[in-house]
């Protein structure tokens, strides 16, 4: 069964001559980010809302307005803290829109670092912070010019990044590692993304913890910690998880009964599956199909 949540995404961006994306959530789920990793940047604006964040092998949780990066390459996800509306933008570029054919030394001196890895964009940028106006209205301005696409906006949008990274790198200076995410977080998640990609191929099966730990080579105690450091989730969570969001596309794609999708996706527990539906989906799977006109 192919699930529609996969871990490594390419970013569909509209047009792939202009990689840069701006999205505009309002999650109605629990999972409000669902665990993914990508080659792209991004930049979450957080507007409103409770919430928890996992980047990397860090925990975060944002206050209304705060900036959050998420470097190149580190799964992310995110959930809703309690029943409150979340809301936030989630900038999404590629490393290539902030090089230049025609770079000179100046630039590449910025640039270079962030594009080859070798700088890391700060986790977290507090509305409290000296440097967050300078870099917010920035931010704000991406998502203005991309909004509008008035005449040229293409090249504003890149100076835009420019700048930004000249902004990050100063603020980058100041705080030096402890405010950038370090090499040994990015690698120790690196690790993880084969065997979360496999689980997401077979999480109808049934899966254990022994197994998950055997994949990454790790004993059951220390699996489980760094699972849940990353993920947020204990690993049966996260399968669970998996589950509901395949049967949720089933209940919306297809006929099948209710009982016959819960066996489908993994679970052997009619009453079990409703209960972590609804407790992922803030609502029943007979619910879903009504919402949606199928019930």
């Not at 996969?6 to 505009?24: A, E, T, Y």
């Not at 919306?252 to 819960?262: F, G, K």
Request: charged share 20%.
């Amino acid at each position: 069964m192919t699930n529609p949540y996969l871990i490594k995404q390419d970013v569909p961006h509209r047009d792939p001559g202009f990689p840069f994306n701006v999205f505009h959530i309002f999650p109605p789920d629990k999972e409000i980010l669902h665990l993914h990793w990508h080659d792209d940047w991004e930049i979450i604006y957080f507007i409103r809302g409770n919430a928890t964040f996992y980047i990397g092998s860090e925990t975060v949780k944002p206050e209304p307005g705060d900036l959050l990066f998420v470097n190149k390459g580190l799964i992310h996800t995110g959930f809703a803290d309690d029943d409150d509306p979340i809301e936030y933008y989630a900038v999404v570029f590629h490393p290539s829109l902030a090089g230049s054919s025609m770079a000179d030394a100046y630039h590449m001196q910025i640039t270079n670092p962030y594009i080859s890895g070798k700088s890391f964009f700060p986790l977290r940028l507090p509305a409290h912070d000296e440097y967050y106006p300078a870099v917010a209205a920035i931010v704000r301005q991406l998502i203005d010019e991309y909004r509008q696409k008035d005449t040229g906006f293409q090249l504003a949008i890149r100076s835009m990044l420019h700048l930004l990274l000249v902004r990050l790198s100063r603020l980058h200076r100041l705080q030096g590692p402890s405010g950038a995410v370090s090499h040994n977080d990015a690698e120790q998640t690196e690790k993880f993304k084969e065997l979360i990609a496999y689980v997401e191929q077979h999480y109808p099966e049934k899966l254990t913890v022994q197994q998950a730990a055997g994949i990454v080579n790790l004993s059951e105690y220390h699996f489980c910690r760094t699972f849940k450091k990353i993920t947020g989730k204990t690993f049966v969570e996260y399968v669970n998880l998996l589950r509901i969001n395949a049967a949720e596309q089933l209940l919306l794609h297809s006929n099948d009964p209710v009982t016959e999708i819960a066996f489908n996706v993994g679970f052997g527990s009619v009453n079990y599956f409703s209960q972590m539906f609804r407790q992922y989906k803030r609502h029943s799977p007979s619910q879903c199909r009504k919402r949606h006109g199928r019930g």
